[in-house]
């Protein structure tokens, strides 16, 4: 009972607060917002007016409660927080709501959730365009500005997100296309943290669209990554390839690894459709375009790779011996008779 009616009370407040809100933003720049257009709230929810001041009191429990779902310790209480929170996942009218929490939560916790739950729902639903690319201008904007305020997880979260709806509408419209000129707006930014984004926005786009996803038909997965790898792939790992010379001397350690699994990513796409692993170590045969054959045979570019190994590999061995071995083969590719 005590679920039902915060639950409800979650609902029918945060459901007045952002008509209410909507309405004044609309207003004053209808560019500011998602779209509510399609999103219809009852005569009984709108009934509500008089509760819209307790909001806040409301957000605070939804703080607390996301804190509990991710935190606790104890089993009832993470699920007794599960069951509360599941309607910002399970039910579209709370999208926009999902929206508010990223705007408004003071906690980490409350922004995973909101996060996760739109994740869930982009994939589980389909969502009207409009929605989809409203979420996918609002998450471009908002990784802009708060971005580097994050939490690594929120981040990740949302930019996995970002990827997912980008991923879903490739073939939709050809804005979702602009994600990659979009993340060299990161790069070009002043500091490193945006610097930083920009670089887990490519890597996660070329994870995305390597890897088949629940929701989505494999012959349409393979379609959507057949267009990217064609469309493109290259520019990133041109992009990549950048960033390692960029980086080169720079102290941030962090940078310069995002650059290297980029590149490591992109040479490790599944070009030819044979549903790779990204988790294993084995790289089998690689098989490279041609048109990619002049940059992979110009000794900058492995120079640079070999660079990197003698630089970082007391930073992360690991991944420079996988880099490594994936360069064996890929000059075993390039360079046969």
Known sequence: THTLSLSLSLSLSLSLYIYISWKK??????EKALDLRNIHHSDHHRSQAIRFCVFAMELAQLEALCERLYNSQDSVERAHAENTLKCFSMNTDYISQCQYILDHALTPYALMLASSSLLKQVTEHSLALQLRLDIRNYLINYLATRGPELQPFVTASL???LCRVTK???????RFRDVVKESTNFLSQ???DHYAIGLKILNQLVSEMNQPNPGLPSTHHRRVACAFRDQSLY???QISLTSLRQL???????LQELALSLSLKCLSFDFVGTSIDESSEEFGTVQIPSSW????EDSETLQIFFDYYAITK???PRRLVNFMLLLYSICVCVFKP
């Open 235 to 237: 520019q990133i790992f």
């Open 293 to 296: 054959r002049p940059v992979l």
């Open 159 to 161: 930019i996995q997100l």
């Open 25 to 30: 933003k609309r207003e004053k720049n209808k």
């Open 314 to 316: 007391a930073l992360f």
């Open 168 to 174: 879903f509408g490739w073939y939709d419209d050809d």
């Open 248 to 254: 080169k001397s720079d102290v941030v350690s962090r």
């Open 190 to 192: 002043a500091t490193s």
